[in-house]
């Protein structure tokens, strides 16, 4: 509006508003100074008090425009411009009113308020340097022992890290000589355990700390007696013990010995150049001292258990061997008993079936009538092939527990397949079709009838595996101066999860098994110096390889 024009000849930012808060005019240092102005609500909210009127309730009240409209009376205030997210402006704010208009006049205070704070932070800040002026004052008085105090500290520290981070003693006492040597300005540092009759020195740090490992050393009987009473020695010396070569100049020699509770474990021992008084350090040292003893009773205590426990897992190891021999044994042993005992019972009516089908035989001979003669031969025939497959089976059993053959022999195992596949053939006849791949095999030493179980062992497994027919593959080949045997099934497979545990005792996932089976042909294959592995994929079938040295040294 002209009428207000006047205004632009301010340098102060001018806003004229109605009483309904209508924008009626803003002159030109307000937009100079308020360039992202874009309506006066988003404007009226980016002012705020610097100091919030004790009086306001509610939180439009902390608006300083919102007052302005409130009362009836001019109005002033020391406000805030949030111009950007990291910036503020300040004014202050006077306020007008004339008839019906309200008339907003900004005077940039931002220069003062800095300068205020600024000269706030040197006040402070001087402040602050005369306290520290004076600590420091007081620091330097202190400063030798304080500096001294901190090299100990430190040192102890860091030697508990080093019997907190392991339990090995070779690590901390390395560790250990390595810090020693060098908060002391030792050029050698070295740990010797107590033998007998002297100390033999176990770790070296430092120039030609080779030289001394596993070195005999002795002390002189005077040092010897401190060192047994647990005190820790410094002096100035020329040889370093009673069997080393005279140094050129005296050094300086610190013993501290090494203990826990009353059991004695050697000596650490620090030769350096610096001639200097270490009689305020004994309190370090005697600390040092008894941490480096517990580390090395815990780190022996521990690896005296870590000896025992691998004792009593290759015992425990050894007791399920011996208990999966046993089983296995027993088994065997049983299945022997059984057979002979189903041999011997078989055989009387065996040989009356059998003399008596000869005898037939002859008989049919004198019928005149040709068509039952004919009748009785074929019923002749058919008994023969019975008599024929029961020889066969109990022979095949005899052979398959041979409980007398306990040493190595040498065998076909072509014909061990055939053997198990013989007795096991009410399993495989109804589910699966053999398939046989058989190479020309030398013989080779071994214990058929432990091999025959493992056969039986995988055979049998294939054919739970497969759910109503499917094809069991047999291949037999050297390769690699080994003895090979595949047997592949397209069963259901194994697990990814099941497969690393099928070797293992007791685990098997059938509901009425016992998981023997496999754990026992793992143990016969070890004792042939042999591997079995096993290659297999849920849903689509099992391999197992077992691979024989063919020279075996069982």
């Given at each position: 509006?002209?009428?207000?024009?006047?205004?632009?000849?301010?340098?102060?930012?001018?806003?004229?508003?109605?009483?309904?808060?209508?924008?009626?005019?803003?002159?030109?240092?307000?937009?100079?100074?308020?360039?992202?102005?874009?309506?006066?609500?988003?404007?009226?909210?980016?002012?705020?008090?610097?100091?919030?009127?004790?009086?306001?309730?509610?939180?439009?009240?902390?608006?300083?425009?919102?007052?302005?409209?409130?009362?009836?009376?001019?109005?002033?205030?020391?406000?805030?411009?949030?111009?950007?997210?990291?910036?503020?402006?300040?004014?202050?704010?006077?306020?007008?009113?004339?008839?019906?208009?309200?008339?907003?006049?900004?005077?940039?205070?931002?220069?003062?308020?800095?300068?205020?704070?600024?000269?706030?932070?040197?006040?402070?800040?001087?402040?602050?340097?005369?306290?520290?002026?004076?600590?420091?004052?007081?620091?330097?008085?202190?400063?030798?022992?304080?500096?001294?105090?901190?090299?100990?500290?430190?040192?102890?520290?860091?030697?508990?890290?080093?019997?907190?981070?392991?339990?090995?003693?070779?690590?901390?006492?390395?560790?250990?000589?390595?810090?020693?040597?060098?908060?002391?300005?030792?050029?050698?540092?070295?740990?010797?355990?107590?033998?007998?009759?002297?100390?033999?020195?176990?770790?070296?740090?430092?120039?030609?700390?080779?030289?001394?490992?596993?070195?005999?050393?002795?002390?002189?009987?005077?040092?010897?007696?401190?060192?047994?009473?647990?005190?820790?020695?410094?002096?100035?010396?020329?040889?370093?013990?009673?069997?080393?070569?005279?140094?050129?100049?005296?050094?300086?020699?610190?013993?501290?010995?090494?203990?826990?509770?009353?059991?004695?474990?050697?000596?650490?021992?620090?030769?350096?150049?610096?001639?200097?008084?270490?009689?305020?350090?004994?309190?370090?040292?005697?600390?040092?001292?008894?941490?480096?003893?517990?580390?090395?009773?815990?780190?022996?205590?521990?690896?005296?258990?870590?000896?025992?426990?691998?004792?009593?897992?290759?015992?425990?190891?050894?007791?399920?061997?011996?208990?999966?021999?046993?089983?296995?044994?027993?088994?065997?042993?049983?299945?022997?008993?059984?057979?002979a005992g189903i041999a011997h019972e078989i055989n009387t009516p065996f040989a009356s079936i059998k003399s008596n089908n000869a005898i037939m035989k002859?008989?049919?001979?004198?019928?005149?009538?040709?068509?039952?003669?004919?009748?009785f031969n074929e019923l002749n025939a058919i008994d023969n092939e019975a008599v024929l497959r029961i020889n066969h089976l109990i022979t095949s059993l005899?052979?398959?527990?041979?409980?007398?053959?306990?040493?190595?022999?040498?065998?076909?195992?072509?014909?061990?397949?055939?053997?198990?596949?013989?007795?096991?053939?009410?399993?495989?006849?109804?589910?699966?079709?053999?398939?046989?791949?058989?190479?020309?095999?030398?013989?080779?030493?071994?214990?058929?009838?432990?091999?025959?179980?493992?056969?039986?062992?995988?055979?049998?497994?294939?054919?739970?595996?497969?759910?109503?027919?499917?094809?069991?593959?047999?291949?037999?080949?050297?390769?690699?101066?080994?003895?090979?045997?595949?047997?592949?099934?397209?069963?259901?497979?194994?697990?990814?999860?099941?497969i690393r545990k099928i070797f293992t005792e007791g685990f098997t996932t059938k509901s009425s098994g016992t998981g023997l089976g496999l754990a026992i042909?793992?143990?016969?294959?070890?004792?042939?110096?042999?591997?079995?592995?096993?290659?297999?994929?849920?849903?689509?079938?099992?391999?197992?390889?077992?691979?024989?040295?063919?020279?075996?040294?069982?």
């Amino acid at each position: 509006m002209e009428k207000f024009c006047f205004f632009n000849k301010f340098k102060e930012p001018v806003i004229i508003t109605n009483q309904e808060k209508d924008v009626l005019f803003v002159n030109n240092a307000f937009k100079r100074t308020f360039q992202d102005y874009k309506d006066f609500k988003r404007f009226s909210h980016k002012l705020n008090f610097d100091f919030y009127p004790l009086e306001v309730e509610g939180a439009s009240d902390f608006l300083p425009i919102n007052q302005i409209f409130t009362t009836k009376e001019d109005f002033s205030a020391l406000v805030s411009y949030q111009k950007t997210a990291n910036e503020l402006m300040f004014f202050d704010l006077s306020s007008y009113r004339r008839f019906n208009y309200i008339i907003m006049v900004f005077s940039d205070v931002s220069a003062k308020m800095e300068l205020e704070s600024v000269k706030a932070e040197n006040e402070a800040l001087n402040k602050k340097y005369m306290e520290i002026s004076e600590e420091t004052d007081k620091l330097k008085k202190r400063s030798t022992s304080n500096q001294a105090h901190a090299v100990k500290m430190t040192l102890i520290n860091k030697i508990s890290n080093i019997i907190r981070e392991s339990i090995n003693t070779n690590n901390i006492l390395n560790s250990a000589l390595k810090e020693l040597a060098t908060v002391f300005g030792a050029f050698r540092a070295y740990y010797a355990s107590k033998q007998e009759s002297c100390y033999k020195i176990d770790f070296a740090y430092g120039k030609d700390n080779k030289l001394f490992i596993n070195k005999n050393i002795t002390f002189p009987n005077k040092i010897s007696t401190e060192i047994l009473n647990k005190n820790a020695i410094f002096s100035m010396v020329l040889k370093e013990f009673n069997e080393a070569e005279l140094f050129d100049s005296s050094l300086l020699r610190l013993i501290l010995p090494i203990y826990h509770l009353n059991s004695f474990f050697g000596v650490i021992v620090l030769i350096s150049k610096q001639k200097r008084d270490m009689s305020n350090e004994i309190d370090v040292l005697e600390s040092i001292s008894a941490q480096i003893g517990n580390a090395i009773a815990q780190a022996k205590l521990y690896e005296d258990n870590v000896k025992t426990v691998n004792e009593l897992q290759k015992t425990l190891k050894e007791l399920k061997d011996t208990q999966l021999q046993l089983i296995n044994s027993e088994k065997m042993a049983s299945l022997g008993q059984l057979v002979a005992g189903i041999a011997h019972e078989i055989n009387t009516p065996f040989a009356s079936i059998k003399s008596n089908n000869a005898i037939m035989k002859k008989l049919i001979q004198k019928i005149d009538s040709d068509e039952l003669k004919e009748t009785f031969n074929e019923l002749n025939a058919i008994d023969n092939e019975a008599v024929l497959r029961i020889n066969h089976l109990i022979t095949s059993l005899k052979k398959f527990v041979r409980l007398d053959e306990a040493e190595l022999q040498e065998a076909d195992i072509n014909k061990e397949l055939d053997l198990t596949l013989a007795l096991i053939h009410h399993e495989t006849k109804h589910k699966a079709e053999i398939k046989k791949h058989y190479s020309d095999l030398p013989l080779i030493k071994c214990y058929p009838n432990m091999l025959n179980q493992v056969f039986m062992n995988i055979l049998v497994n294939a054919c739970h595996a497969i759910e109503t027919k499917g094809i069991i593959d047999i291949t037999t080949e050297v390769k690699d101066n080994n003895l090979r045997v595949v047997i592949k099934d397209n069963g259901k497979g194994i697990k990814r999860e099941h497969i690393r545990k099928i070797f293992t005792e007791g685990f098997t996932t059938k509901s009425s098994g016992t998981g023997l089976g496999l754990a026992i042909s793992q143990k016969i294959i070890d004792k042939h110096n042999g591997e079995i592995h096993v290659d297999s994929e849920f849903g689509h079938g099992s391999c197992f390889t077992i691979s024989i040295p063919l020279l075996s040294k069982t």
